[in-house]
């Protein structure tokens, strides 16, 4: 557990999965507030197109090529998806398991120029369990793994291999109510507010414009610290 964000009581960090090409748009909206999100990738997907359909809106899914991935995500952090996108806890084979995180992660460092040592779990919380977790913690480089189950609130958490968000994107009411009590708060120990999402989603509800305002409103903050996940959970520099 970190003892402060450098130097200060407070941070705030995102985090967003799929390596899709919405995330060029979201980047420049964080770009435009100083602020900082982890972007999950899975290593396979890279160069493919596609579409998804989520609450009866067709909405592009489409991944960028592997010769764009630095440039894109210049100044945020590369992290680990796995290679495909399975359900983690219904891989028996331990060493296809190993593949699926560790090769993901080995991939997408040589990509990025620096060692990948986060990740977010596919599937979300329901598809992972504590075998998953040792053999994450006993067999890879990976330091912190990210859930999808909302904590709705801002302490920070001993186990980084079952980090828990403050809540998604979509949860927009409470997550814009959080954001007043986070601005309005002066703690005597770390708080993170952690917000985590997939860029499809601004897509379905055409809610770009509110996620803009949502990220002039945290940003900006003299007591606040704006970092990757790697530097609020790990106290690690800016790649």
Sequence with gaps: MLKDFNGKMKAVTFSYDDVITQDK????????????????????FLGKAGS???EDVTVAWCHPRECEIRKIYEGH????????HPNLSQIQ??????????????????????EVVGMAYPGGTGCVNQHV???IRARTGIKYARTTTSTWNFDQQED??????TLQHVSW???????????????DSPKLFYIWGHGFEFDIDDSWDRFERFCQKIAGRSDIFYGTNREVLLGMPPV
Excluded: Q
């Design 52 to 54: 998804l359909v989520r």
């Design 25 to 44: 748009r979201m980047i420049s909206i964080f770009n435009k507030y100083s602020l900082k999100c982890t972007f999950n990738l899975n290593s396979s």
């Design 133 to 135: 977790v040792d053999i």
């Design 160 to 165: 980084l291999l079952w980090f828990n968000p």
């Design 93 to 114: 084979d331990d060493e296809a398991l190993v593949d699926e995180i560790e090769g993901d992660r080995l991939v997408l460092s040589e990509i990025a120029g620096y």
């Design 77 to 84: 952090e590369i992290a680990a998806h796995t290679r495909t």
């Design 173 to 187: 009411d409470r997550m814009e109510s959080l954001a007043d009590e986070f601005i309005d708060l002066k703690p």
